[in-house]
């Protein structure tokens, strides 16, 4: 069910989408083909459950989003952490998905223009 859940994700994600992985720090993606090939490959086994919290819009395209996600680590241990995602949208779609320490971090992050 979760796979399936991912087989859309390509409909959600503009083309120039830059996304950074949460769970693989460090890890930047670029362009829809590689953001959405690395969620189908790796969020169906390793991603439990993200919920939200807190939905704090900057303006119609921009937004912080803080919540949790529970996940399964490299060594597969069940993890429990709180979350802030800076998001962007452009046409509709998620052009920028990027993980932040703080509300203020996210925001900063997305006062920059998007790459």
């Known amino acids: 069910m979760a796979e399936r ?3 859309e994700l390509a409909e959600l ?26 969620m189908q490959k790796t969020l169906p086994d390793s ?5 939200t919290s807190a939905y704090l819009p900057l303006d119609d395209e921009r937004v912080v989003v803080e919540g949790r996600i529970r996940w399964i680590d490299e060594e597969r ?23 932040a320490r703080t509300q203020v971090e996210a925001e900063t992050i997305l006062s920059a223009p998007t790459p």
């Open 47 to 51: 991603l439990y459950e993200a919920t």
């Open 5 to 7: 859940a991912f087989d």
């Open 77 to 99: 241990v069940i993890r429990d952490d709180p979350v802030t995602w800076a998001m962007e949208f452009r046409d509709g779609l998620l052009v920028r998905f990027v993980p």
């Open 13 to 38: 994600v503009h083309d120039d989408v830059v996304a950074v992985s949460k769970i693989q720090p460090g890890l930047v993606l670029e362009g829809r083909d590689e953001v959405v090939r690395f």
